[in-house]
């Protein structure tokens, strides 16, 4: 159960994501399309890797995770429907703003994948771009439920955004409304000059027992920022134009390594930093 965010602090934008689940394989992608450079974050699921946050170049942010419904919702999603997992692609690699995205999907309507054994259990997705643009899509009724930016930050846990459009930030319940309302609380107190540092300090308050992955990522620099296993003591830092990640803090050096083949896998890392 995931917290993400998309902030913008005096013209800037700064991103955050924590990744709780059971232990998993994670693997981490730096590749190009066209004029674009693009990072995919990715997790072992059903012997497959599946994206669970991108960027690219342009400054386009894209994240999706678990959300529970209410107990009377039904998914009305079928067959013809868009793929929850198919639209990281599209995102990325044609949009440089959320805007654009959107504009892709028109009236093209998103579902999401459920679990027999979790019916209540599907996944939102957070979209935002360096402008000031983020909004949250998820699964309604034949349709799309879009829940926008507010006051300069928008997050995402685990409940349906779209239920609480009009309600105080405090009044929202459900999974991990906890963690959105901490959250919440100390964006709105540090939202002035909000950097790298105060990202990180989101995600250790929000942090679960199952974090497995703390990604902030700064697009006017086109570098992103991650640590593993609730270990914030260490990070490292992967720059998307040059293609590289090399240990930032926590660590005796600062080796550089190269993504010469495109992907990373997150357990050979740790091992060759330990």
Partial sequence: MCTSFAIYSQE?????????TDEIDLQLNVN???????FYF??????????IAGFNSEGLFICTQAVKYNSDFKSSCDENDWSAFDIFDEALKKSKKTSEFF???NKRVISYPRNPLYPDLGLHTMIADKTGDAQILEEGNDTNIVAPIHNDFIIM?????????????????????????????YINDHIHGFGIKEAFEVLSKTSQANTLCSIVYDPSKNEIYISFKKDLRKKWKISIMEKTIQSLEGFLGNNK???TNGEIFVNDLIRLYK
């Fill in 157 to 185: 846990t685990n409940f349906p955004n779209g239920d609480f459009k009009e309600a105080d930030y405090n009044k929202v319940y459900g999974l991990g409304a906890d963690r959105y309302i901490c959250a919440h609380e």
């Fill in 42 to 51: 990715s997790a072992l699921a059903g012997n497959k890797y599946r994206n």
């Fill in 257 to 259: 390594i190269q993504f």
């Fill in 103 to 105: 504009g892709f999907l």
């Fill in 12 to 20: 800037k934008a700064i991103y955050g994501m924590n990744f709780d």
């Fill in 32 to 38: 190009c399309y066209n004029d674009m450079n693009l």
